[in-house]
């Protein structure tokens, strides 16, 4: 009767191991041969390391997530499709708009007379900068583009500028898609 008991105990530890064994061992070979889809969920260029943009931060600031736009010397196209962007996409966060805020950094060389136009803008913040501190913090990045910023500051996603109206709302979406995201994983701001 002993036989039967032993070998039944073998078994159960078999079924065992392989039902908590097995499946560490193929994740590691999955991770190991690249045997998955590595995608990421983000639709804008994750910037690595995040830049620091507390150099350009204002005084009384509140701690939420930033659609960030510098202002260029001449505002063409793009960067109206920008200022457009930026401003719907914040209305669009409906009532997590509290927590994120538009802002358009100026400095000395930008386009004064739509700087006057977006004073005018209750829901847009303008910090205004000198250019050598805008290109201290993105350093040998590209500033053209709209950029999403954490609550402390650090420049995380850039999505590039567009010249097509439609592909301008298009790409408000994946802005939108992102900004949603980053809301709902923080709790802060």
Request: aromatic share 6%.
């Amino acid at each position: 009767m002993s036989m039967p008991k032993k070998a039944n105990n073998k078994k159960m530890i078999l079924i065992f191991a392989a039902v908590f064994i097995l499946p560490v061992i193929l994740a590691k070979l999955a991770l190991e041969n690249g045997w998955f889809n590595e995608a990421s969920t983000n639709k804008g260029i994750l910037i690595q390391p995040a830049l620091d943009m507390s150099l350009i931060k204002s005084a009384n600031q509140d701690p939420k997530w930033k659609l960030v736009y510098v202002l260029p010397e001449f505002c063409d196209v793009s960067c109206e499709n920008a200022l457009y962007s930026i401003k719907q996409v914040w209305s669009a966060l409906g009532k997590e708009s509290d927590r994120a805020e538009a802002v358009v950094i100026s400095h000395e060389k930008s386009h004064q007379l739509q700087l006057q136009r977006i004073s005018k803008e209750s829901h847009v913040r303008i910090i205004n900068t000198d250019l050598s501190n805008i290109k201290q913090v993105f350093k040998n990045n590209d500033v053209d583009g709209i950029f999403i910023a954490d609550t402390l500051n650090n420049v995380i996603l850039r999505y590039p500028l567009q010249q097509d109206a439609e592909q301008a709302v298009l790409h408000s979406r994946d802005i939108l898609s992102d900004m949603r995201k980053v809301l709902k994983l923080s709790r802060i701001g």
